[in-house]
């Protein structure tokens, strides 16, 4: 009897052992991030930004309006071309697009306190595109500040052939030259 | 007619011009010359390493990851632990992984541990190679391959027997492991010049009678002992990630920097170098900065000269005048030969850059794996020439300007 009940403590504080490790991104209001990867005339493309930037809110949405307006956002982030403009040159179609909204709440659910607390909330989405013509891929233009008008920077990463780039896009100058 | 006057003009005055002329074209060299050791300097830093998909080590900052496990400099906050390593390697969209191990030093320079795939997957300037300039890669527990600035700082050779030390700047030294030379990489410009490469496994030898950073005071284990032990590693500092197609790249970055077990950060070498160049970068361009002062400079002394030449040619001016000249062709001789001048100094300039390019381009390779290519000039250094010669221009409209205003009434009073 005694064993087994140390058994059922030690069985017990196995949650609380697994939860030891504890970490978070980043998060910064305002800063979004695109990362592009091209490898012949596939391009995969992921964005994430934070829910203050596309919605203009982080809790979680529970009015109609609110939770339309996380419907609707997402809805935009799954038209890649409208928000990342590609060159025509290029000739890129959208193969998958999908747009999510997700929650730190989403990583420990059965936690209960932290419900309460003001936590942060990011959209992320990932594309895959195929491009008849890779080449004409020199630059990217960003509708993406006109659909969020407090998206305020872009954060793109480019991996090509020849190796990692990075840069930064802001509202004021919404083009990327890549420079190749 | 105003040219051939302009041009005897200058002829007349041979001494001065040319020390002008000379001024102008050694601030041009210089300036063309900052500019070719600027972009020069970039595009060797960031061909250190290429080929490499992801780095991996302990979760610091990406600058700091790249400087300690490419650039040699600093140390690791941290290491990776073997079960980690294995734990990436075996995930399907790893292509190729090399760890590196650091931590010893051999005299001034580092060694690093690694695995043979290291000669095989370490590229620099756009995917080149490392190549053995003498003796072979490698292949016993004992055996070092030496990068080419170790090899010429301390006279090594091939089958030369080296001593590796414990840590950094250390004078305890470990005597017992007999580790000998058993090749020599060729140049490559970059930090791999100045590191001794050996086994991973080597590295555990090295330390086997070693416990809390201390030998173990009376124990020294025999060499063929430790060939027999198991030297797996426990950790690695960094490591060296291929991915199988670049389309991953991003999500085995994400994978690995979520990794729960550990705290590990995989950054994208060309990015992190991207970052690093944007803090040394500053020095550039103030050195750029410095040159373009050198260039004003030079072109102020231009205008110094005129104004004195022109008290020297009060009469002169007053002939032309009495001639029939009117002011504005004095001003338009005097612009015309302060612009021939600059002209002049800048070609000389172009002409001293690469006078000077032949003759340091092969010592800057040697000594500082600074690699200069000699093109042919391009648009850029024909904006600079013009940019000189149109200020040049608008620098001698001052005393031209003196000179339209005054020479009659200057002339042709007798002073003397």
């Known amino acids: 009897m005694k064993h087994a009940l140390s058994l059922i403590a030690l069985v017990a504080a196995m949650p609380a052992f697994a939860e030891d490790t504890r970490q978070l991104d980043a998060h910064e209001h305002g800063v979004g991030a695109l990362n592009i990867a091209i490898e012949g005339t596939t391009v995969a493309m992921e964005f994430h930004a934070p829910g203050a930037d596309i919605v203009g809110f982080e809790y979680a949405a529970e009015s109609d309006a609110d939770l339309a307006a996380i419907e609707a956002a997402v809805a935009t982030l799954a038209a890649p071309l409208d928000l990342f403009a590609l060159p025509d040159a290029a000739a890129c179609t959208v193969t998958t697009a999908q747009a999510e909204l997700e929650s730190e709440e989403d990583h420990d659910e059965d936690d209960a306190e932290h419900a309460e607390e003001a936590g942060h909330t990011e959209f992320h989405a990932a594309y895959m595109l195929t491009c008849d013509n890779p080449e004409a891929l020199t630059t990217i233009s960003f509708p993406y500040f006109e659909s969020f008008p407090n998206a305020q920077e872009v954060e793109v990463q480019i991996i090509t052939a020849s190796g990692a780039q990075a840069f930064e896009v802001e509202r004021d100058a919404p083009v990327l030259n890549m420079g190749r | 007619m105003i040219f051939r006057l302009a041009i005897a003009s200058l002829f007349a005055r041979t001494l001065t011009v040319s020390m002008t002329v000379l001024a102008i074209a050694l601030s041009v060299a210089l300036f063309l010359g900052v500019e070719k050791v600027r972009t020069g300097a970039k595009a060797s830093f960031a061909d250190t390493i290429s080929g490499t998909d992801l780095i991996v080590g302990a979760r610091s900052g990406s600058v700091q990851l790249l400087l300690y496990s490419v650039f040699r400099i600093g140390n690791a906050t941290n290491n990776v632990t073997w079960e980690s390593y294995q734990d990436i390697a075996a995930r399907p969209d790893v292509e190729w992984i090399v760890p590196i191990s650091l931590g010893d030093s051999h005299r001034q320079f580092r060694v690093m541990g690694t695995t043979p795939a290291f000669f095989a997957h370490y590229k ?8 053995v300039a003498d003796g072979v890669i490698m292949d016993d527990l004992f055996d070092t391959v030496i990068g080419a600035d170790v090899a010429a700082t301390l006279g090594y050779s091939v089958d030369d027997p080296i001593v590796v030390a414990h840590g950094l700047a250390s004078f305890t030294e470990h005597k017992d492991q007999p580790f000998r030379v058993s090749g020599i990489l060729e ?17 555990e030898a090295i330390h086997v009678d070693w416990q809390s950073g201390a030998q173990i005071p009376g124990q020294s284990t025999p060499v063929d002992v430790i060939r027999q032990m198991d030297l797996t590693p426990k950790a690695v500092t960094a490591a060296l990630v291929g991915v199988e197609s670049p389309l991953q790249t991003f999500a085995l970055q994400r994978a690995i920097n979520e990794y729960r ?30 040159s373009a002062m050198v260039v004003v400079t030079a072109l102020i002394g231009m205008m110094a000269t005129i104004f004195s030449s022109l008290n020297e040619r009060r009469r002169e001016m007053a002939i032309f005048r009495a001639m029939g000249a009117r002011p504005a062709t004095i001003l338009g001789m005097l612009v015309l030969e302060a612009m021939v001048m600059a002209a002049v100094g800048a070609l000389f300039g172009l002409l001293f850059l690469y006078l000077g390019l032949i003759i340091a381009q092969p010592i800057l390779d040697s000594a500082f794996g600074l690699w200069l290519p000699i093109d042919a000039p391009t648009l850029r250094e024909f904006w600079v020439i013009l940019a000189v010669i149109c200020a040049g221009a ?4 001052v005393p031209a300007l003196r000179a339209y205003r005054m020479s009659v009434a200057d002339g042709m009073m007798v002073k003397t």
Request: proline content about 5%.
């Open chain 2, 124 to 131: 620099y300037r756009q995917g080149r190679a490392l190549a």
């Open chain 2, 187 to 203: 140049k490559t410009g970059t930090p791999v010049d100045r590191t001794v490469i050996v086994s991973l496994e080597a590295i």
């Open chain 2, 261 to 290: 077990q550990e705290p590990l950060l995989a950054i994208l070498p060309g990015v992190a170098l991207q970052e690093l160049w944007g803090i040394v970068g500053i020095a550039e361009t103030a050195l750029l900065a410095v």
């Open chain 2, 394 to 397: 608008i620098v001698s409209l």
